[in-house]
């Protein structure tokens, strides 16, 4: 009998402990489980805080409380959504900067690369950075015909860089439509003409399609002088050819253009319209400002002369007598006709008729 009541009690004992831990872990149980639903309530309570003050709600916690909380139509009543906050200005010097470049023409780049690789472009080739206002809105105007491999390598290499200088910039392209004589200065005031009628650009860069900066900090944007930025090219053995020397790459602020009366119409065929731009500004009183010959490094992809685009006898009797002539000839008085325009991904291209001789 002793026995029995011993092995009875052994087995209350045990049957009573199992309840016991049954009991605590059902405990534990309830408690995990109450915590974890104050973390989610505290989520989404932190969520709509950030909805509220206008910052990128994160998508993925987004989804996860809508699917564990509040019904999609608690969503929907919350209340609409305050104006994205002022942006401040982006530093004088961008902090993206890397400096020197690696510039080669030797492999070839396809648009469907560099698309990929600027995803943050907007059609026509129009950018502006997310995180600051950009300092300036910048005009890039290329004078342009039947180069379509040195515009890859152009937008391959530039808009990178761009992006890093933190401007709010568009390409502009003028392609000279038919096969008259080619006329450089003429598409660059075409440029300025038909970018304006886009956008408030204040600042324009004009650049040759076959020219490559090989240092991000010769930034493409308008300082208080003209500003030439092809200052040491590879093809000069990195130095300029004469002091004067204002081709390949500059950009002028709308005011500093505007003083000049833009650039002559009439030099028809290659040289010396840059010079007469020269002229033009130095007869204004202004002077040239120009990067560091380190900074200013540029590459030139190599190329024959161009089919209708041969010296231009006329230039050394035009460039001097400049200052009488660029009060009659300039942007007052071009005319031109727009035959086309394309919106790509990375430019924009404006077919224009310049007429002829
Ligand atoms: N351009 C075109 N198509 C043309 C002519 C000129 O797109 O048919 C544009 C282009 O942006 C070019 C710029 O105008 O970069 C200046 O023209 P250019 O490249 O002919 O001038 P550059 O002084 O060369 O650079 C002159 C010819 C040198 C021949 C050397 C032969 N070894
Ligand atoms: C000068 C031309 C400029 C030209 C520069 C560089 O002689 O238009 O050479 O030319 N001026 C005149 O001809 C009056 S380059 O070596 O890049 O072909 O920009």
Redesign the pocket.
Known sequence: MAGDSTVNFNLLHRTCKLVVLLCLLHISVTVVFYVRSLDIRFAFAQNQQSHNNGTQPNQVRNTAFTLQTEPAETEKEAPAEEPAKKLEKCPETSPLLVGPLRVEFNVPVSLEQIKKDNPNLQPGGRFRPKDCEALQKVAII??????DEHLKYWLYYLHPILQRQQLDYGVYVINQDGDEI?N?AKLLNVGYMEALKEYDYECFVFS???LIPMDDRNTYKCFSQPRHLSVSMDKFGFRLPYNQYFGGVSSMSKEQYLKINGFPNNYWG?GGEDDDIYNRLASKGMSISRPSGETGKCR?IR????K??DPNPQRFDRIAHTRETMYKDGIKSLSYRVVKTDKFDLFTKITVDVGKP
Do not use: S, T
């Open positions: 290329i004078p342009f015909r039947n180069r080619f450089r040759d399609v076959d290659w030139m190329h024959e002369r161009d209708q685009n």
